[in-house]
């Protein structure tokens, strides 16, 4: 069973940082794409940033493109979202998943793709 624990959230003001931390257990985690989503309270899920397993190729939404970076380490079964210039409209809970595809080519993926989900980490930002 895989395992998915989000970790590093927390109480910011704009324009602060925050980094956030996926750790993973009971897998592959090495052959394994990551994502990051967020939602947001009354909003649908959305899809933030991905990491292809090899961490080769990376992948951002366009609301924190240039300001969000998705990292991995693989020694360490851990996926990092690295947060700056935050804004009051990142508030949300940020859930790290996995589609669980081996050595996937393809990392833009929706929601409706993930296999296993964490349980989330809420980031708040004050303005």
């Known amino acids: 069973q895989v395992q998915l624990v989000e970790s590093g959230g927390g109480l910011v003001e704009a324009g602060g940082s925050l980094r956030l931390s996926c750790a993973v257990s009971?897998?592959?985690?090495?052959?394994?794409?990551m994502h990051w989503f967020r939602q947001a309270l009354g909003k649908e899920r959305e899809f933030v940033a991905a990491?292809?397993?090899?961490?080769?190729?990376?992948y951002y939404s366009d609301s924190v493109k240039g300001r969000f970076t998705i990292s991995r380490d693989n020694t360490k079964s851990t996926a990092y979202l690295q947060m700056n210039s935050l804004k009051p409209e990142d508030t949300a809970n940020y859930y790290c998943?996995?589609?669980?595809?081996?050595?996937?080519?393809?990392?833009?993926?929706?929601?409706?793709?993930?296999?296993?989900w964490g349980k989330g980490t809420l980031v708040t930002v004050s303005s």
């Open positions: 009971g897998g592959a985690f090495r052959y394994y794409n």
């Open positions: 990491i292809r397993w090899n961490g080769g190729i990376t």
């Open positions: 998943a996995t589609d669980l595809e081996v050595l996937g080519a393809e990392i833009k993926r929706p929601s409706r793709y993930m296999k296993y």
